[in-house]
């Protein structure tokens, strides 16, 4: 059993009701708080050996925390607006929590999200958020939009992060992708009227991209060859002919969302205006299965906990 089949089986009790838009079962829950504005909410939590390494730094786990949450928010095109914060740690170490504290702060500061509380206790290094954002009632984007016709789209490249985590390619560049992710919250915001679905990429884009196609019970065609790649990933695909790194490798915490051919010009607009690549992989279709042209993936796997 894995992690999503744990969470379906056990903990996808609620249901949509008074105010609850959306429960489990998509980047955030959706609240609605009244007739013009969603609470739209999330929570993620890192660990060490699993999310980091021990000697990663704490300004760097402190930023991930906060910036994969923040990831969250981006791909419901909400705005982030709190967050509580959740920490583990074997001991007091005051220099360690000041270099935390200080990144933490910095990046909240830099997309106006408030720390509102939380809690700290003894045990394995860990850390666990809860961020809370607002959009206009209606205008929330969700994973289960998508229809035949429409065209798949990602902000950004594919595969620098998983470079690092697996120790294919460690250089500043991959590292920064995967200590640092950036965040595409104006991108998602920009993309309400234009997006008819939406995710974050942290699993892997096959992993992610199907929940869009089980919610949307639509499926895809995409070719590998037009996986937007750094340099390094296309070195690393052209001399090892293993496509596993941009196609499932994880981490990119880039928004992978599909819009209708008549959104293509704006989609081109937005990517202009944002300076951020949006490139288009492929067509969502009918036919329910996962079509990939291009390259050999039958031994990809993206990441599972369990």
Not at 4 to 10: A, S, V
Not at 115 to 142: C, H, M
Not at 262 to 274: A, F, P
Not at 296 to 306: D, P, R, T
Request: proline share 4%.
């Amino acid at each position: 059993m894995n992690e999503f089949d744990t969470i379906k089986n056990f903990f996808s009790w609620s249901e949509t009701g008074t105010g609850l838009e959306k429960s489990v079962g998509d980047d955030c829950a959706i609240l609605n708080v009244n007739n013009d504005t969603s609470i739209v909410t999330s929570m993620d939590t890192l660990v060490e050996g699993i999310h980091f390494t021990k000697d990663t730094k704490p300004e760097d786990i402190a930023y991930k925390a906060l910036a994969v949450n923040l990831s969250d928010i981006a791909a419901m095109g909400a705005n982030p607006r709190f967050f509580t914060l959740s920490l583990t740690v074997p001991e007091i170490n005051p220099s360690w929590l000041q270099k935390f504290s200080e990144s933490l702060k910095a990046l909240s500061n830099s997309f106006n999200v408030r720390l509102i509380g939380g809690d700290t206790t003894k045990g394995p290094l860990n850390v666990s958020i809860s961020i809370f954002g607002e959009v206009k009632k209606g205008l929330a984007l969700q994973r289960s939009g998508a229809m035949a016709g429409d065209l798949i789209f990602i902000s950004g490249d594919l595969g620098d992060a998983a470079l690092a985590y697996k120790g294919l390619k460690v250089n500043d560049i991959t590292l920064l992708r995967l200590n640092r992710p950036s965040p595409r919250i104006e991108l998602g915001q920009r993309l309400t009227p234009v997006a008819t679905s939406c995710i974050d990429i942290s699993d892997g884009l096959y992993q992610d991209l199907g929940h869009i196609l089980s919610m949307s019970r639509v499926g895809c065609e995409i070719d590998l060859e037009k996986l937007p790649m750094s340099n390094d990933v296309k070195d690393y695909v052209d001399s090892s002919s293993n496509w596993c790194i941009p196609f499932a490798g994880g981490d990119d915490y880039e928004l992978c969302f599909t819009a209708p051919k008549s959104m293509r010009n704006k989609v081109d607009d937005i990517s202009s205006e944002l300076n951020l690549p949006l490139t288009c992989i492929g067509e969502i279709t009918k036919d329910i299965k996962f079509t990939v042209k291009g390259g050999l993936v039958e031994e990809c796997y993206s990441y599972k906990h369990f």
